[in-house]
T-cell receptor
Framework: NAGVTQTPKFRILKIGQSMTLQCTQD?????MYWYRQDPGMGLKLIYY???????DKGEVPNGYNVSRSTTEDFPLRLELAAPSQTSVYFC???????????FGQGTRLTVV | QKEVEQDPGPLSVPEGAIVSLNCTYS??????FMWYRQYSRKGPELLMY????GNKEDGRFTAQVDKSSKYISLFIRDSQPSDSATYLC????????????FGKGTLLTVNP
């Protein structure tokens, strides 16, 4: 039972390149989230999903896209990478109230 | 207006001190509040959660919610160097919209 698996752990992108950050869970939780965390800052919600086929924007969705075709996977797509997207990205899963949200280990992305 | 605002840090205290960490939230309908702890270069982990108003105690940690002032607090008694981490408050908009939102975080350093 791995919980939440994020890949890759590290990536350097050039400006204008695109990439997909992968998030996979094996806990069958309905709710999944993508956050970014800039140095010394808290977690900013990018997108979230309450179930397969349903996604919604968070606080900072511009420059990102998501899809949720299955319960297990919630990939985050960057289409035209910009230096402002340099950050650590965390995927989280959640079952509901009175439970714990579990986080992946993060993806450190640098755009140069 | 942000859904949850957290007192800015950083905070540095001597070992054994009582630490108070604070957040305010904007929506009086919020009922579910959480505190997460994040060590450097790791994902956040749940410390405590509270539902509605009042106090909840777990060892050296006490979480408090004051709904009249929309204020949430985390108290750490007899602080230890191992408590040095970033502490993030979080709230959840319930119903069918499970949006999990975090504050900016407060970096706490407990000096031996």
């Amino acid at each position: 039972n791995a919980g939440v698996t994020q890949t890759p752990k590290f990536r350097i992108l050039k400006i204008g390149q695109s990439m997909t950050l992968q998030c996979t869970q094996d806990m069958n939780h309905n709710y999944m989230y993508w956050y970014r965390q800039d140095p010394g800052m808290g977690l900013k919600l990018i997108y979230y999903s309450v179930g397969a086929g349903i996604t919604d924007k968070g606080e900072v969705p511009n420059g990102y896209n998501v899809s949720r075709s299955t319960t297990e996977d919630f990939p985050l797509r960057l289409e035209l990478a910009a230096p402002s997207q340099t950050s650590v990205y965390f995927c989280a899963i959640y079952r509901g109230m009175n439970t714990e949200a579990f986080f992946g280990q993060g993806t450190r992305l640098t755009v140069v | 207006q942000k859904e949850v605002e957290q007192d800015p840090g950083p905070l540095s205290v001597p070992e054994g001190a009582i630490v108070s960490l604070n957040c305010t939230y904007s929506n009086s309908a919020f009922q579910y509040f959480m505190w997460y702890r994040q060590y450097s270069r790791k994902g956040p982990e749940l410390l405590m959660y509270t539902y509605s108003s009042g106090n909840k105690e777990d060892g050296r940690f006490t979480a408090q919610v004051d709904k009249s002032s929309k204020y949430i607090s985390l108290f750490i008694r007899d602080s230890q160097p191992s408590d040095s981490a970033t502490y993030l408050c979080a709230t959840l908009s319930g119903g069918s919209n499970y949006k999990l939102t975090f504050g900016k975080g407060t970096l706490l350093t407990v000096n031996p």
